[in-house]
Structures are given as C-alpha cells and as structure tokens.
C-alpha cells in the first residue's frame, strides 16, 4: 500500500478510542485506519451491531492488523471506560449539562499532557446515525466538539475519529511545520544556462517562421523571455526544457523518433539519426 513501510517505527500509543455500538463493519475498518494513520493502537467496542470480529472491518481497514487484532469488545459503555483515568466524549450538538466543551486542538494537548503522565485515557464516539445519547455523554469528564458547518455538522463516524487522531499527532510535534521529506536538493540555474535556453527556443521558432510578421519579432522575444524568466530555474529544469526543445526540433509529427517502448516498458533502440 501506497505510504506503507514495515521498516519504520510503528507508532502505537496514546488514548483508547471507544465506539460506542457501531453498526458497519466497513466504519470499523476505516476507524482502525485513521487511527493507524496517527499512531493511535487502542480500539475498544461497545456492543457492536454485527459482532466481533468482522471481515468487513478486516478488509477496509487497509493492512492496520494491528489494530483490528488487538480490539476488545465490551457489553457495556460502563466496563469499556472503567480502567481509564480520563474521557472525552464527541458530539456535534448542544448537550444540557455542564461539562466544559473543548476544541480538538486543546482536547489533544490535554490527553497528551495525560499521557506522559501516565494516565489512561480514551475518546468516545457515537453511532453512525444518531451519536451519543446525554446519559453516555454524562460518563465523560468533558466533551470535546469539531469546528464544522453549523448548517452540515454531521461527520462520518472514521472522519471524526481522523480529526482526532490527526490532532493527537500533532500534539505531539516539536515543530508544526516539520515535514517528513524534503523535495530533492538542486541547483538554480546560472544566467548563462538560462541566455542558452533563450538562444535554443529562439532559433526553433525563428526556423517556423514563428516571429511573424518580422517587425514584432523584438517585441515577441521579450515576452517570450518575461515568461521564461518569472522564476529562478534549476539546472535539471533547464536540462529538461532543452530536452524537450530539441526533440521537438529534430523530429516532426510526420516524421517522430523510431523505436518507441517495447512491453516490458523499456526504451526500443532506436536509429543513428534519433540519439541526442
């Protein structure tokens, strides 16, 4: 799977993520994937609909194993939370109660700040259809809530646990801006390699009959350098331009390069006339 490396650390912490009787197997895997995704491991299941375990939940979660593999279900919201220290409770609407209500971003500190304590704690989520009811929410020590369109407020049940799962990933960054790759390294283009690509370019087209009529040929050339010349250009993509320039020089629409790809996608030799 695109994105997967078997070779790097397997994040695996964090807070338990508590469904509370889901009804697809589908949402399961998808949960169990967002939770992977984020290097949360703990998923715990309050009566699901179609018992446990679920093929469907195996298939859609997308290789995270180990999190379908160590799921653990429960009769009860109550034996799901017991052992926890700690527990937020998601929804999308006004609750009657006094719990405070928190934002994704400081309810991920806050189980952060929990963890490295040594707290257990976990996240609540409601079912597909209609959520938490007050007296499951009443189990929670607060409530934490997304930022959505107050009109559309309603998020699929592994949407919201990405949310979540994103944030808790985040918590834990030194730096927000941090990256996991870089793009390659390359060298800007030296004036003289970019005045080369001018020359190049010009002489193609002026062999066209391009620069027509002759008298807006000076006026052509300086705005076809005011393109070229909007950005600072690398070596390699002033390689590439020249490339491309000179394929296009060489060979015509009637006339294109031989050889072609044979079916293993290698490159057919092609004659004298065609190397560059």
């Given amino acids: 799977m695109a994105?997967?490396?078997?070779?790097?650390?397997?994040?695996?912490?964090?807070?338990?993520i508590i469904l509370v009787e889901p009804q697809m197997g589908e949402n399961i895997g998808m949960v169990a994937r967002a939770m992977a995704n984020f290097g949360l491991a703990e998923l715990r299941l309050v009566n699901p609909r179609d018992g446990w375990p679920n093929e469907k939940a195996q298939a859609t979660a997308s290789k995270a194993d180990h999190v379908i593999e160590a799921t653990k279900v429960y009769d009860t919201l109550e034996q799901a939370i017991a052992d926890l220290n700690f527990v937020y409770a998601t929804t999308a609407r006004s609750r009657d109660n006094y719990k405070p209500v928190r934002s994704p971003v400081f309810a991920a500190q806050t189980l952060r700040t929990k963890f490295r304590a040594g707290e257990a704690t976990g996240i609540l989520f409601g079912r597909e259809r209609?959520?938490?009811?007050?007296?499951?929410?009443?189990?929670?020590?607060?409530?934490?809530?997304?930022?959505?369109?107050?009109?559309?407020?309603?998020?699929?049940?592994?949407?919201?646990?990405?949310?979540?799962?994103?944030?808790?990933m985040k918590s834990g960054m030194e730096d927000l801006e941090a990256v996991p790759f870089q793009a390659l390294e390359q060298r800007p283009s030296t004036k003289e390699q970019l005045f080369g690509l001018f020359d190049q370019l010009e002489e193609a087209l002026?062999?066209?009959?391009?620069?027509?009529?002759?008298?807006?040929?000076?006026?052509?050339?300086?705005?076809?350098?005011?393109?070229?010349?909007?950005?600072?250009?690398?070596?390699?993509?002033i390689s590439v331009l020249r490339g491309v320039i000179s394929s296009l020089d060489?060979?015509?629409?009637?006339?294109?390069?031989?050889?072609?790809?044979?079916?293993s996608g290698k490159e057919a030799p092609s004659d004298d006339s065609a190397d560059e």
């Fill in 130 to 168: 209609w959520g938490l009811t007050n007296e499951e929410v009443a189990l929670a020590d607060e409530i934490v809530t997304f930022p959505v369109n107050p009109a559309f407020a309603s998020l699929n049940i592994a949407q919201a646990v990405l949310l979540m799962s994103y944030e808790w």
């Fill in 250 to 263: 060489r060979f015509s629409r009637n006339s294109p390069r031989k050889g072609g790809f044979t079916r």
């Fill in 206 to 237: 002026d062999s066209r009959n391009y620069f027509h009529p002759p008298s807006k040929k000076p006026k052509m050339v300086d705005n076809l350098r005011a393109v070229l010349s909007r950005r600072a250009f690398t070596e390699q993509e």
């Fill in 3 to 16: 994105g997967t490396n078997s070779e790097r650390q397997l994040l695996a912490e964090g807070p338990a």
